[in-house]
DNA sequence: TTTTGAGTTGTTCGA
DNA sequence: GTCGAACAACTCAAA
């Protein structure tokens, strides 16, 4: 039934024609769609945001024009403010409804809120939807409407809800076929986005997400032996490709979760033992990320401050010469360094890796998790505020089911265990490239002698140990333990 | 309201 | 080398 002539949709994250919900709605409700995305300048200047994230944005956008021309349409691309742009151009298609998919990052809300008002000050009916999550931050509730702050008894209620109420990727885009607008309807808009005109350099080695790109990865992620079967094991070594790689699409948005998680279940019901093991792993990561999204939804402070109060007494080491070297990957351990070489070189790192960088920034070096947040985010293809947070917080023991205080990464303990011939270091860290396997993993063992024929002198050509171990994890044991249990006035 | 069981991802120590 | 305990209580969720 069509209520309106004209209407647009507002695409923000979700940069994609096929399970849409916005698009499916308003293809239903409007006789002519016009698809829109607005570039704001104050958005793309602002500190947090990142050449990766940019990059995968603006190919994404333009990826997803070439689609819109090729059904005889185009993408109206805007640069402005939010309100203006939007109301603008009802004004000049003609729309009276809007259509937008709700993000839950609280900067985000609040710019809807703003855009809202001004559209329906005009006239235009406005219509937000959940999209981006799988279930949103009221449908995953406890008893009473409070929110879970325990990932376990969410899982459960989540799955519970999964075999009632499953939701199915919407109906696609024959739906569309002949309502999009016409190029002289959307008039004038602006050229291809180009990271370089808002001071972003392009020339990186960032990830290319687009619709067909990101279908392409999932379809190949569930093969039978495409990275699914083996992914309960896999996914933990570095040196593996067993991870779907989705990350940059679930956060641009060209593939939607619906879809992801309805090929899940495909596959699972015809899948047994080790393949069904990790199918049921990866739907819990799916999963997680619901979870991350409704807490950042319902504790917005979570952006700002740690979501357990006591942690707000933490005294925090100032950032300084330390800090340089984790970003730069040279704190003289091994591991920590190829992960954050391999965040700098590829806007992307492993998930192990991100917990065990997280925990030495937090832990053994004792700066606050901020700092990392915000390096990640600037530097990830992948960055989302919920996410990032969530494992941010979760690291420095300052967030919702946060891992006890003691429960604290060894760096050397963890490259045995996850990159045993050291491999993956190998393959980031060039200098140590002919370091025998036995001391890969604390190159600073090396007799002199040996270093020389390796070609890694320690303090010369790789870094000696910023901290010392067993120093610093009591350091942090013990400065975490009296500012949790309250007992402020810990100095280090 | 009270009680009870449980909680992503770890490390170290000593038997 | 392997195994269990300690790390330290506390909050959450549900009965």
Redo the contacts with the bound molecule.
Sequence with gaps: MERYETGIVWLRRDLRLRDNVALYEASKACKTVCVAFVLNPPLLADDRMGAPLVNVFFGAITALRATLRREGSDLALLCGGFAQELTALAARVGARAVYFNEDYEPSALERDRHVVEALRQRGVDVYPHLDHVYYGSEDIE??GG?P???????K??WLELLSVAPRPPVPSLRTLRGRLASPDTIGTTQPDPAPESFGFPANGRYPHASESSAGERLKAFLRPDGGADAYRNAREYPSLDGTSQLSPHLRAGTIGIRTCVAAALERREESRGTTRAGIDAWIT?LI?RDFYQTILKRFPHVTVSPFVPAAKNIPWRPPGTEFEAWTHGRTGYPLVDAAMRQLNATSWMH??LR?IVASFLTKNLLVDWRMGERYFERHLADADVAANNG?WQ?AASTGT?A??Y?????PV??SR?FDAGGVFIKSMIPELANVPERFIHEPWTMPPSLQEAAGARIGVDYPAPIVE??AS?TRA?DVF?AAL?GDAGVTT
């Design positions: 406890r008893a409070a879970y702050k325990v990932f376990t008894p969410y459960r209620h990561e997680w998930n192990r917990m494992g979760w089911d891992a006890p003691f429960r604290m990464f060894n303990e963890q265990r171990l067993r994890r044991l333990k249990s």
